[in-house]
């Protein structure tokens, strides 16, 4: 069964930068389209972004749009994101995922899940 272990979360400034890794167990990773969500204390779980199985579809919620960048790495079974002009709004637990379409990420439904990284944004 697929795992999804995500690394590189921590504390950082506002304005500042963190690249989140999520490394598929299975040597397969291109069989999944990959994506990132979070949950904020109190609020429900978001789509952030998606990458398409080959890399070519790419989708981002509004609220990331131009500052974050979701990559694929399918020789290292590794997905990334890169988090640029970080607010405190993005302060949440990020968690990786997986689903055999992309569109199942966007409307918030993959069939895998991590165990999440926290986030924290400071001002």
């Known amino acids: 069964q697929v795992q999804l272990i995500e690394s590189g979360g921590g504390l950082v400034q506002a304005g500042g930068s963190l690249r989140l890794s999520c490394a598929v167990s299975e040597r397969t990773a291109s069989t999944y389209a990959m994506g990132w969500f979070r949950q904020a204390p109190g609020k429900i779980r978001e789509f952030v972004a998606a990458?398409?199985?080959?890399?070519?579809?790419?989708s981002y919620a509004d609220s990331v749009k131009g500052r974050f960048t979701i990559s694929r790495d399918n020789a290292k079974n590794t997905v990334y994101l890169q988090m640029n002009s970080l607010k405190p709004e993005d302060t949440a637990v990020y968690y990786c995922?997986?689903?055999?379409?992309?569109?199942?990420?966007?409307?918030?439904?993959?069939?895998?899940w991590g165990r999440g990284t926290q986030v924290t944004v400071s001002s």
């Open positions: 995922a997986a689903a055999l379409q992309i569109a199942e990420l966007t409307r918030g439904t993959p069939s895998k």
């Open positions: 990458k398409g199985r080959l890399g070519i579809t790419t």
